[in-house]
């Protein structure tokens, strides 16, 4: 059955939601598919001690102040997960799931979007699908040798899994630092954290807002045509939360060189020496989950598709939202996404008034 409406907004995570919510305010015809079977977005699946870089009121969607979670400055997945709940509820926002989206297609002066459900006929789509649902492993020598157990940061959720055994995580980003922090400080788990390059921590007092402000000012800066600020980047890799800056401090938290290959039952460094392990966690990124839109033919260098703002470049009636940076500043973040969800909706208006 093919079905109308204005827009369709692909993903009910955050971005999702935050585009919903401006949609809404544009009153314009919107259903929001949602291939999860309960809110949250990937919230909902992270591990057990992970939490916010940012207190609550600094975390929030448009419209919809999150409220602080009581006994915890930085609140947890758990909490983000009933605000969303609350969100979606607050704003009445119509959110289709489980619906998985399976292709978008040109069909004259509409999109169609083929799910596993229904067919959606629509002027406009904003694909917020995000990147979780799309790890990414690197082509290390040796991966397919080794015999031990092998996760993405996706598929990681407590400490208490590895007892007994030695862990290697890879990666030294926010998700790497967080987990080996996390393995560090349960007995009996036997840690080896490896990063590209030595960890560079950001000051104990930088959070969250911090980052935002930072991102913000350096599209600010590109959109004007001055020299790049180097962003986020430029602070460094990881935020000092309490877990992280605490088996830091105790000296637990020390990292190795990256391996060059993997054996059998282990890892080994250019030097020959070798170590043990029972399992690799791999906290190495994601790519943008984009393959819904590949008949479109959009997609650029990297995988991303180009776009103006939030738009592509390729077909006026798309838009990206909450991919990262590419697609507003801070856009993957709680705070950041509500601005070019907004301006993703004022465009939609605009388009759909001619």
């Given at each position: 059955m093919t079905r109308q409406t204005d827009v369709v907004v692909?993903?009910?995570g955050q971005a999702g939601l935050a585009a919903g919510y401006h949609l809404r305010r544009k009153k314009l015809d919107f259903v929001i598919l949602d291939a999860q079977g309960t809110p949250g977005g990937a919230w909902q699946h992270t591990w057990d001690s992970l939490h916010l870089f940012s207190p609550a009121a600094f975390s929030s969607l448009p419209g919809r102040i999150m409220p602080a979670q009581p006994g915890h400055e930085y609140p947890d997945a758990g909490h983000v997960v009933e605000y969303l709940r609350d969100y979606e509820?607050?704003?009445e926002l119509p959110v289709h799931r489980?619906?998985?989206v399976q292709q978008v297609r040109r069909d004259g002066d509409r999109l169609r979007v083929e799910t596993d459900k229904d067919i959606w006929s629509a002027r406009a789509v904003v694909s917020a699908t995000g990147t979780w649902w799309r790890p990414f492993l690197p082509a290390?020598?040796?991966r397919n040798d080794f015999v031990g157990r092998q996760l993405h940061t996706t598929g990681y959720r407590r400490p208490s899994d590895f007892a007994g055994q030695r862990v290697v995580v890879v990666g030294g980003g926010n998700s790497g630092a967080q987990i080996a922090a996390d393995?560090?400080?349960?007995d009996g788990v036997d840690p080896t954290w490896v990063t590209q390059r030595p960890p560079r921590f950001l000051a104990d007092d930088v959070d969250g807002r911090a980052l935002f402000d930072a991102a913000t000012a350096?599209?600010?800066a590109l959109d004007e045509g001055h020299t790049d600020?180097?962003?986020v980047a430029s602070l460094g890799d990881i935020v000092a939360v309490p877990p992280v800056r605490e088996a830091r401090d105790a000296g637990l938290l020390k990292a190795s060189p990256m391996f060059t290959r993997l054996t059998a039952d282990g890892i080994e460094w250019a030097d020959g020496t070798r170590a043990a392990?029972?399992?690799?966690?791999w906290c190495t990124g994601f790519r943008p989950a984009l393959s819904h839109l590949a008949a479109l033919g959009l997609r650029g260098p990297r995988g991303h598709i180009p776009t103006h703002g939030t738009r592509a470049a390729g077909e006026p009636r798309l838009h990206l939202l909450g991919y990262g940076d590419w697609t507003g500043p801070a856009s993957a973040t709680l705070i950041g996404v509500g601005r070019p969800a907004r301006d993703a909706a004022a465009e939609i208006a605009e388009l759909l008034s001619r």
């Amino acid at each position: 059955m093919t079905r109308q409406t204005d827009v369709v907004v692909i993903g009910g995570g955050q971005a999702g939601l935050a585009a919903g919510y401006h949609l809404r305010r544009k009153k314009l015809d919107f259903v929001i598919l949602d291939a999860q079977g309960t809110p949250g977005g990937a919230w909902q699946h992270t591990w057990d001690s992970l939490h916010l870089f940012s207190p609550a009121a600094f975390s929030s969607l448009p419209g919809r102040i999150m409220p602080a979670q009581p006994g915890h400055e930085y609140p947890d997945a758990g909490h983000v997960v009933e605000y969303l709940r609350d969100y979606e509820q607050r704003y009445e926002l119509p959110v289709h799931r489980p619906v998985r989206v399976q292709q978008v297609r040109r069909d004259g002066d509409r999109l169609r979007v083929e799910t596993d459900k229904d067919i959606w006929s629509a002027r406009a789509v904003v694909s917020a699908t995000g990147t979780w649902w799309r790890p990414f492993l690197p082509a290390t020598p040796g991966r397919n040798d080794f015999v031990g157990r092998q996760l993405h940061t996706t598929g990681y959720r407590r400490p208490s899994d590895f007892a007994g055994q030695r862990v290697v995580v890879v990666g030294g980003g926010n998700s790497g630092a967080q987990i080996a922090a996390d393995l560090a400080t349960h007995d009996g788990v036997d840690p080896t954290w490896v990063t590209q390059r030595p960890p560079r921590f950001l000051a104990d007092d930088v959070d969250g807002r911090a980052l935002f402000d930072a991102a913000t000012a350096r599209r600010r800066a590109l959109d004007e045509g001055h020299t790049d600020t180097g962003g986020v980047a430029s602070l460094g890799d990881i935020v000092a939360v309490p877990p992280v800056r605490e088996a830091r401090d105790a000296g637990l938290l020390k990292a190795s060189p990256m391996f060059t290959r993997l054996t059998a039952d282990g890892i080994e460094w250019a030097d020959g020496t070798r170590a043990a392990a029972d399992a690799v966690i791999w906290c190495t990124g994601f790519r943008p989950a984009l393959s819904h839109l590949a008949a479109l033919g959009l997609r650029g260098p990297r995988g991303h598709i180009p776009t103006h703002g939030t738009r592509a470049a390729g077909e006026p009636r798309l838009h990206l939202l909450g991919y990262g940076d590419w697609t507003g500043p801070a856009s993957a973040t709680l705070i950041g996404v509500g601005r070019p969800a907004r301006d993703a909706a004022a465009e939609i208006a605009e388009l759909l008034s001619r």
